[in-house]
């Protein structure tokens, strides 16, 4: 099992660019998160999915977007990149009742200039 | 006020002594509690779950109480390898979804 994948790990973008960071999870958890870290930050939660077809805002949303068509996939969109979202984009999943058991991925590095 | 709060450190520990630390949370319906640890440039993993009645892995111990509304971890005979960000996370009392405090930088010298 490769467990929770993100693509790409590293990316620079510029000003107003948009892009999309791909998370994919082969464990058929129903719960997936996207959260970001700051330098010496905690994590910060961005939007989440309780299973396909379902998502919801977390504590930062604004300036990004997310789908969820199939279990495994939980992309999230950038849409006119702000310097501001220059972070460490880490996307997690976690089965039902197993609670405190995420499994991050390796997490995506991006640098808005 | 944040939901999780804890000292950023670092604690510099010399090698084979004890550390402990505290994580203070704000909502008292908290209903679950856990320690991560990230070491730098990686991802957060799962280090332990707080129970209650305090529970143990080999070196590490955590502790949570309830009625000051903070969780602990203890790490004893500290190694270099235990050098890392500690987090703690809290679950509300609905749904999976966890928060996380700033984290506490432990660095093991020898």
């Known amino acids: 099992n490769a467990g929770v994948t993100q693509t790409p790990k590293f990316r620079i973008l510029k000003i107003g660019q948009s892009m999309t960071l791909q998370c994919t999870q082969d464990?058929?958890?129903?719960?997936m998160y996207w959260y970001r870290q700051d330098p010496g930050m905690g994590l910060k939660l961005i939007y989440y999915?309780?299973?396909?077809?379902?998502?919801d805002k977390g504590e930062v949303p604004n300036g990004y977007n997310v789908s969820r068509s199939t279990t495994e996939d939980f992309p999230l969109r950038l849409e006119l990149a702000a310097p501001s979202q220059t972070s460490v984009y880490f996307c997690?999943?976690?089965?039902?009742?197993?609670?405190?058991?995420?499994?991050f991925g390796s997490g995506t590095r991006l640098t808005v200039v | 006020r944040k939901e999780v709060e804890q000292d950023p450190g670092p604690f510099n520990v010399p090698e084979g002594a004890t550390v402990a630390f505290n994580c203070t949370y704000s909502n008292s319906a908290s209903q679950s509690f856990f320690w991560y640890r990230q070491d730098c440039r990686k991802e957060p993993k799962l280090l332990m779950s707080?129970?209650?009645s305090g529970n143990e892995d080999g070196r590490f111990t955590a502790q949570l109480n309830r009625a000051s509304q903070y969780i602990s971890l203890l790490i004893r005979d500290s190694k270099l390898s235990d050098s890392a960000t500690y987090l703690c996370?809290?679950?509300?009392?609905?749904?999976?979804?966890?928060?996380f405090g700033g984290g506490t930088r432990v660095l093991v010298k020898p």
């Open positions: 996370v809290v679950i509300k009392a609905a749904g999976n979804k966890l928060t």
């Open positions: 464990m058929n958890h129903n719960y």
């Open positions: 999915s309780v299973g396909a077809g379902i998502t």
């Open positions: 707080v129970y209650s």
């Open positions: 997690a999943s976690m089965g039902g009742g197993q609670h405190g058991g995420y499994t």
